[in-house]
């Protein structure tokens, strides 16, 4: 068995191009003790990846150029050492280097849930549902009838924010970059408005899409968007910056109108938000996460891409809006 | 007795002039039934005004063109139709219109705490003491050890606050636009470093000052100085944003580097704060305040302008950053 890997070749200067990703053939490893050797079936590419590829400080440490890149994957079990998994067994862990095969600690992985997509795993009963389930319901704790502006609304985060806050009786305002996405938010998702951000005139389209003004603000996107959002939002507003990938490809600050004013005079809140923080809660979310997926509730939306060889073009395409839902490499 | 009052002449374009506001001669108004008739003593000037003098939507009803300006005010009981006051009761409100006589509801107006000078029921014993008291512990949180960075710290509701963050053993940094008010919050105050913000490059002087990053920014202030304070924030830092005064005079969004991934970055809150959300926790918080000032922990501080004849130019002096504390007026 060979192995291969995906190193970092190079920090991004804006938009990531494959020249700063490197292929290098490696050695399959040996698990050690309590760990298990995973033959990586799906791997999921994530904006946040990018933060992690520029030297700066940020909620995680960056990588480091020539170290392998890391993510969400689901793998099939080769090798054991650990009594909780054999040979076969279908698993997911947070961190898993972009190889063909990588070794785990038996304690950072788990099984998928049996009977579903083991992919669901990275999506909605993974990292992913789980940051939309805290994000909003504890952060933007949406109430029933407030209305509810999700910026990336069809992307991996965002498509499950939208149906978590129809479930909780809100009117949801999606914006995206394609009428594709638009049409898919309002017809499959019961997304009430979807504004397609790059041909709407933002401003008009989300008054109009917002008669009572914003009251729960998710926030992916960042930049243009927010700016559009904002003027809009109610007294005791609540704004969730889950990301801002509109951002992350510019070393310079982004300079837009300040928000202070409009959280000050609404007695408005914004909040940065990262997942790991509900670390200890993480069984609560997927259990009602998984009860909604599995009663038809909550549909899982992916986009899966072909080969090992495409996970860096699977990332950059993140940039560009490529993906409708999670964005998966399909090994 | 003739009376007089000040009324807005027109909305001010940029920093208000004298041309803005208008004095005209008035009957004294009768008490009707549960009010008072107070001569006025002490006329409290205040930034958040500026916003009223705007027709926009904002947390509190804008004053209309030709109606008398209304804030807060320490007075003498003349008349009373209230069995609760008497004449020559001195009593304070919040809402009294900027003349020598007024009338005002029995339940609006409360007597001043006996043996301590009239003008803190404006002060630190008043709503500008509330304002400092819940925005930084309520919203702000700050916890013994934590680094509290205080911007417009010589103002009225800046030098309670730092006060009160030195109360709770925090290392204390504020920003004014004087020396003066520099050595004042260092030398009587006890605040740890004191910015001038006109004079020192603030990123370095901030840099140097909060070795630890700022756990928790009180914000009177926004626009530049912000910009500089935001990119130190700690993971879990909370902004309260209490005033905008570098704002209140511009129609125009204030344009500058976006928060968003500051307080993406470390799980970061920023809230708009307004004092009258507490109204229900008024007495806890006066309560505590006077149980401060009166054993000398917390000291009052105030700039009286004399005569209301000058009541405009104390109000526009606001904006230059003449006082230091309160800014008042004395009739």
């Known amino acids: 068995m060979q192995n291969k890997e995906i190193r970092l070749a190079s920090r991004p200067a804006g938009v990531p191009t494959l020249e700063n990703f490197q292929f290098v053939e490696t050695e399959v490893p040996k698990p050690g003790e309590n760990e298990v050797l995973v033959r990586l079936l799906y791997i999921s590419v994530d904006p946040y990846l990018r ?53 785990a600690n038996a304690d950072a992985v788990m099984k998928v849930v049996p009977g579903v997509s083991p992919t669901t795993a990275l999506g909605v009963l993974g990292g992913t549902g789980l940051t939309a389930y805290f994000g909003l319901l504890d952060v933007g704790q949406p109430k029933e009838g407030e209305t509810v502006v999700v910026s990336g609304a069809a992307g991996a985060v965002g498509i499950v924010v939208c149906q978590i806050a129809k479930l909780k009786g809100c009117r949801v305002v999606g914006t995206t970059g394609s009428d594709e996405k638009c049409e898919y938010l309002h017809r499959e998702l019961g997304v009430d408005v979807a504004i397609n951000y790059k041909t709407s005139g933002m401003h008009a389209a989300l008054r109009e899409a917002c008669p009572k003004g914003v009251d729960v603000y998710f926030d992916n996107v960042g930049g243009e968007v927010s700016d559009a959002v904002l003027p809009l939002i109610t007294n005791g507003a609540r704004v969730v910056i889950c990301g801002q990938i509109s951002m992350y490809n510019s070393d310079e600050p982004s300079v837009g109108p300040r928000p202070q004013p409009y959280l000050l005079v609404n007695s408005a809140m914004m909040k940065g938000f990262i997942v790991t923080k509900y670390m200890s809660r993480f069984g609560e979310g997927i259990q009602q996460l998984a009860q909604w997926f599995i009663s038809g509730q909550l549909k899982h939306a992916e986009t899966i891409v072909e080969g090992f060889e495409n996970t860096p073009n699977a990332f950059i395409g993140l940039f560009s809006g490529e993906n409708l839902g999670k964005q998966i490499v399909k090994i």
């Open 51 to 103: 933060g992690r590829m520029r030297d700066r400080k940020s909620y995680i440490a960056p990588f480091e150029v020539g170290q392998v890149i890391k993510s969400g994957a689901v793998g099939e079990v080769v090798e054991s050492s650990s009594p909780k998994f054999k040979p076969g067994d279908i698993v997911s862990g947070g961190s898993f280097g972009w190889r063909l095969y990588d070794v």
